[in-house]
């Protein structure tokens, strides 16, 4: 995520355009926001809580296989809390670009300046992306279906649209969707002696769609054709055939469609400010749910977040318009602030938090089994031992967040 478009998330006057060119003092944070991204974060870093490990040593505790579930990705369609993660970081990137965009004008840069400084953001997010999915390669591993690389592909284009009127943003929102959903229509379904096991599938995989919705099964698709091409004309140690988790390149065209989602949300936010438009927020993401299930049951484009479905563009949008509603109407309307601090520390930081996440863990769960052993890990009986690491581990990257939100150390790209 770019930090310091995501930093610049204040709540400012209202606007009639979509982006205001008249200098503004700087208001006061957005809490709600900052706590929504920094549950995002939290449950992105939670994984280290290992619930699967647990729901393991306890097969008959539905408890710990509840939690276990949502702490994973769906298979191919559908929705755990864990598949909320990337589209949170998505949508809260699109919120942010109206407040960056009005601060960095009222501060006298122009747009020259703003979009060169933008595309810097957006190749410092693909490197980074590149970078983390590279740690345990022999060589740089040329990949971009991370979160990261996702959002810095889509992010300059975001750029510019948010310089258009609400109008056009919409549009082109449309205009994206139905273009990447006609091409897949168009690109010729697997047929029955597809060779499944070649691209990574087992035969009869019960997750696999069937009628027209088998243009989007898993690695025979147009999004996997252009992969094949793509990726390998980039240096790799072997040869790319399919990626086991089925996530594709071009993810990031639908993707762009969430970042516009936020978008709006940031730009009803300034709108409407000082007042919270709560209702307008709970009414967009019911639409947007609606139409995401209305497409995925009539067969016309499934739910499928690996794939960035627009169906999932729509369905997920909304869901990111619900947890904006319930934080603005907890903290802003109703008042109750002190609990969300906890959250505001981490989504301050956002960059910070997904680096501890990707680069420290093993080496903080290392060293607190050479400094503290493995029985204090074990109070509660040796199934719990996973899970109580990683509350330690999540305890010392919050206090790490905390040392730097005290101290100000806020980082940025």
Partial sequence: MAQATINALHTAPPQTRSINPAAVAVPPRNVAVDAYRGLVMLLMMGEVLSFWKVARAYPNSTFWHILAWNQTHTEWFGMSLHDTIQPGFSFLVGVALPYSIASRTSKGQSFQHQ?????????????????????????????????????????????????????????????????????????????????????????????????????????????????????????????????????????????????????????WFRAAAPRIPVKRFFVAGALLVAAGLLLHFTGICPIVKRIWTPSWTLFSGGVCFFFVAAFSWIIDVKGYRRWAFPLVVVGMNSIAAYLMAHLWEDFIVSSLHIHLGDRVFRIFGAGLEPFMVGVAVMTIYWLLLYWMYRRKLFLRI
């Fill in 115 to 267: 979009l060169l400084h933008t595309i810097w953001r957006s190749f410092v997010l693909i490197f980074l992306g590149i970078f983390l999915r590279s740690i345990q390669s022999t060589q740089t591993y040329f990949t971009f279906e991370d979160t990261l690389t996702q959002i810095g592909l889509g992010f300059t284009f975001a750029f510019l649209l948010a310089h258009c009127r609400p109008k056009w943003q919409w549009i082109a929102l449309a205009g994206i969707l139905f273009s990447y959903w006609l091409a897949w229509a168009l690109y010729p379904a697997p047929g029955p002696n597809f060779d499944w096991p070649a691209v990574g599938v087992p035969y009869n995989w019960p997750h696999n769609f069937t009628g027209f919705a088998s243009h989007w099964n898993k690695n025979s698709n147009f999004g996997q054709a252009f992969d094949v091409w793509f990726l390998n004309i980039l240096p790799r140690a072997s040869r790319f055939a399919y990626n086991e988790g089925g996530y594709l390149t071009l993810s990031f065209i639908p993707t762009l469609g969430t970042l516009l989602l936020g978008l709006q949300a940031g730009q």
